[in-house]
């Protein structure tokens, strides 16, 4: 079946990149998605890669996508205090209304 | 707009009761889902429904009923809480459109004793 993974922990220093990957099997993967989790909230979109493209970039964000190894990956640049959250990968398939497999979610602490 | 909203934020119950979370959305979205997150095991799609009187089964559905009456509305219905369903709920909405964002709720935790 579908399956999405990431690794639980990540911590760097302020001021440094953040770089946060997930693997997926799902090779009809029309969209990926990464979300964050602050502390006590609900989820909200960072970001979202479709499948045809291999970079795109918003401000301090670069999502990487590496479609023959089924490879996403997240790079938050300059990295402050407030990006400590947890981070979801998600990636939709080829189906009707969109819905979403989730990995289990990156904890990225931010030290100062 | 409101978005997604939840009710309750938290809600303790006993082993065998029953029980609704609510969750309403105003932005006439077709898509509405159920998750649950677990420690370690990210979000697990419980219900979801693609439009009023569709609904269908995630990938962790049994113990939870769902029904989609109207557009705006997508309870979620403990028929016999067990500890097992001690979890934090979060509700989405989305267009079923290509790139479809999907808007979450805040969420609710619930503890089952």
């Known amino acids: 079946g579908e399956d999405v993974e990431q690794s639980l922990f990540l911590s760097v220093r302020e001021g440094d990149s953040s770089v946060i990957n997930c693997t997926y099997t799902?090779?009809?993967?029309?969209?990926l998605y990464w979300y964050k989790q602050e502390p006590g909230a609900g989820l909200q979109l960072l970001t979202y890669?479709?499948?045809?493209?291999d970079m795109k970039q918003d401000q301090r964000l670069t999502v990487l996508l590496n479609k023959k190894d089924k490879h996403l990956s997240l790079r938050i640049a300059d990295t402050q205090t407030g990006d400590s959250a947890i981070y979801f990968c998600?990636?939709?398939?080829?189906?009707?209304?969109?819905?979403?497999?989730f990995g289990q979610g990156t904890e990225l602490s931010v030290k100062p | 707009n409101a978005g997604v909203t939840q009710t309750p934020k938290f809600q303790v119950l006993k082993t065998g009761q029953s029980m609704t979370l609510q969750c309403a959305q105003d932005?006439?979205?077709?898509?509405m889902s159920w998750y649950r997150q677990d420690p370690g095991m990210g979000l697990r799609l419980i219900h979801y429904s693609v439009g009023a009187g569709i609904t269908d089964q995630g990938e962790v559905p049994n113990g939870y009923n769902v029904s989609r009456s109207t557009t705006e509305d997508f309870p979620l219905r403990l028929l016999s809480a067990a500890p097992s369903q001690t979890s934090v709920y979060f509700c989405?909405?989305?267009?079923?459109?290509?790139?479809?964002?999907?808007?979450f709720g805040p969420g609710t935790r619930l503890t089952v004793l």
């Open positions: 998600a990636e939709r398939g080829n189906n009707q209304g969109g819905k979403l497999i």
């Open positions: 989405a909405s989305s267009t079923s459109g290509s790139n479809n964002e999907q808007f």
């Open positions: 932005m006439n979205h077709e898509y």
């Open positions: 890669i479709f499948s045809n493209m």
């Open positions: 799902d090779s009809s993967s029309t969209y």
